[in-house]
């Protein structure tokens, strides 16, 4: 080889930027260190790990599905010694995903927030009912020192439509619930699986909010309307790049980040944080 070609060579691998993998042992390192603000990771889908003081919840994990595009930044058995609330919005697998929750209820750590349609399927993976909190929206209850704030979760479906083909459907749009958590003096709210409603509209304070820009939630003219009448101080994109995507399942695997943030103002867009699987953000 040449030396200027050599030297080419070196330049281009210098400047090359090495993007490190987040492994669980990371995750649950920042975990056990975290102190100040409220810390997040995003494990895929809606699945969130949110550390505010000494207590770790989570929101909708999906770790032990065998269609992930990658695996999980972090193991259920893994989450099993440290995490306190697991949050479930709905009874879908990729929210209420079995193997995941069986696993975290083998432990003896964790409390489970499931909504009504989520309890038989809990019971069949063993989860004791001592250890279960089943929310109803517009009820708010306290769990682990949070405060939580229940609201409607009413499910889409293909092409902009209102899931209605489920036997159970007229009990799941009563019973699936977002979750407004009060952490640090301030409001995060997850959505869970659910078109724009007045509700959302209607809250107030929202510090965080996570947003699914996917066709069967709130695509992106619906998730800006929900963004700029609550105008969070910090926006979090979710359910998209998780699962393998097919002509069959794009209305809820193939979700559009990048298009949401350009619809934003410029102010909203230095609000918006689009993270990578694993990839730890503080919120302060």
Not at 147 to 165: D, K, M, S, Y
Not at 190 to 199: A, I, K, N
Not at 252 to 263: A, C, H, M, Q
Request: with cysteine; charged share 20%.
């Amino acid at each position: 080889m040449k030396m200027t070609t050599l030297i080419l060579v070196c330049c281009v691998l210098a400047a090359t930027p090495v993007l490190a993998q987040s492994s669980g042992a990371t995750i649950l390192q920042q975990i056990r260190s975290h102190r100040d603000g409220v810390a997040l990771w995003w494990l895929g889908n809606d699945g969130w790990l949110i550390k505010s003081g000494s207590v770790l919840l989570a929101t909708d994990l999906d770790l032990e599905s065998g269609s992930r595009i990658q695996p999980p930044p972090i193991s259920a058995a893994e989450l099993a010694e440290v995490l306190d609330v697991a949050f479930v919005t709905h009874h879908h697998g990729d929210h209420f995903n079995e193997p995941t929750l069986q696993i975290l209820g083998r432990g003896t750590r964790c409390t489970f927030v499931l909504p009504k349609t989520c309890l038989k399927g809990a019971a069949e993976i063993g989860i004791p009912k001592e250890r279960i909190i089943v929310p109803q929206p517009g009820r708010s209850f306290e769990v682990k020192g949070v405060r939580v704030e229940p609201t409607h979760a009413i499910h889409g479906n293909q092409e902009f439509t209102v899931l209605t083909r489920e036997p159970d459907f007229v009990e799941s749009i009563a019973a699936n619930c977002g979750y407004v958590l009060h952490l640090g003096g301030k409001k995060f709210f997850q959505p869970g699986d659910s078109v724009l409603t007045e509700e959302h509209l209607a809250l107030k304070d929202i510090y965080a909010l996570f947003v699914s820009p996917t066709v069967h939630n709130m695509y992106v003219d619906r998730s800006m309307i929900l963004i700029n009448k609550l105008e969070p101080a910090y926006i979090f994109p979710q359910h998209f790049e998780t699962y393998e995507s097919t002509d069959d399942n794009a209305f809820w695997t193939t979700g559009y980040p990048d298009e949401l943030k350009l619809r934003l103002s410029g102010e909203l867009q230095k609000r918006y944080h689009k993270l990578k699987q694993g990839e730890m953000f503080v919120v302060r």
